[in-house]
């Protein structure tokens, strides 16, 4: 069994930064490749950015990309999501999540991830 434990998140002004971390547990998390995503309320849950497992590839939503950075320490069993200049729209419930070995080949969708973390609130206030 797989768990996954974020932390970081809080309340920030827009403009400001925070740094979530996601600690796995298992021996197999360099494995694995890695994903955020996030809700708002009212809304479905949607990619954010994810890693492959060597730490070498990663991929973007577009409406994050140049201000949300994705970095992995597989020694550490941790995937860490840096953000910076916060914006009002991305407040949600951040979760990660690790990369079935059976997926569709894409990183961005729901369905190619089969572990989840209980998620994390950030607010990011105007």
């Known amino acids: 069994q797989v768990q996954l434990v974020e932390s970081g998140g809080g309340l920030v002004q827009a403009g400001g930064s925070l740094r979530l971390s996601c600690a796995a547990s298992g021996r197999t998390f360099s494995s694995y490749a890695m994903g955020w995503f996030r809700q708002a309320p009212g809304k479905e849950r949607e990619f954010v950015v994810a890693?492959?497992?060597?730490?070498?590839?990663?991929y973007y939503a577009g409406s994050v990309k140049g201000r949300f950075t994705i970095s992995r320490d597989n020694a550490k069993n941790t995937v860490y999501l840096q953000m910076n200049s916060l914006k009002p729209e991305d407040t949600a419930v951040y979760y990660c999540?690790?990369?079935?070995?059976?997926?569709?080949?894409?990183?961005?969708?729901?369905?190619?991830?089969?572990?989840w973390g209980q998620g994390t609130q950030v607010t990011v206030s105007s």
């Open positions: 999540a690790r990369r079935s070995m059976f997926n569709t080949g894409s990183y961005d969708g729901i369905r190619d991830y089969d572990y």
């Open positions: 890693i492959n497992s060597s730490g070498r590839g990663t």
